[in-house]
């Protein structure tokens, strides 16, 4: 069975950074695609970033391109989104994501194609 646990979020001021951790583990992931996708409070799941277990390409929204970044630690089963620059647009529960990598390279941006979801860790930026 899939799971898929998050960690890392936190309360942190306009400008700062946080790290965020995805422990993945059931599963052998070596044809998988982990993504992180967010959800601000009263707002749809937006797609932020994704990165090819095997391989290692990686994703982005053009929203974050530059300030997040996503990668992972094969030996760990984990992947971790650096979040630089945090605005409070920002503030948001952050969910990690996988799906076998059956699709096309465009559909990873779509979140509705991600099978395993996280329960998410809140990341909330002052103003």
């Given amino acids: 069975q899939v799971q898929l646990a998050e960690s890392g979020g936190g309360l942190v ?11 993945a583990s059931g599963r052998t992931f070596s ?8 959800r601000a409070p009263g707002k749809g799941r937006e797609f932020l970033a994704a990165i090819r277990w ?4 990686t994703y982005y929204a053009d929203s974050v391109k530059g300030r997040f970044t996503i990668s992972r630690d094969g030996s760990k089963n984990t992947v971790s989104l650096q979040l630089n620059n945090l605005k409070p647009d920002d503030t948001a529960v952050y969910y990690c994501a996988a799906i076998r990598n059956s699709y096309v390279s465009s559909a990873y941006y779509n979140p509705d194609v991600y099978d395993y979801w996280g329960h ?3 990341v909330t930026v002052s103003s």
């Avoid at 044809?31 to 967010?38: A, P």
């Fill in 13 to 23: 001021q306009a400008g700062d950074s946080l790290r965020l951790s995805c422990a």
């Fill in 31 to 38: 044809n998988y695609v982990m993504g992180w996708i967010r």
């Fill in 54 to 57: 095997s391989g290692g390409s």
């Fill in 120 to 122: 998410g860790t809140q």
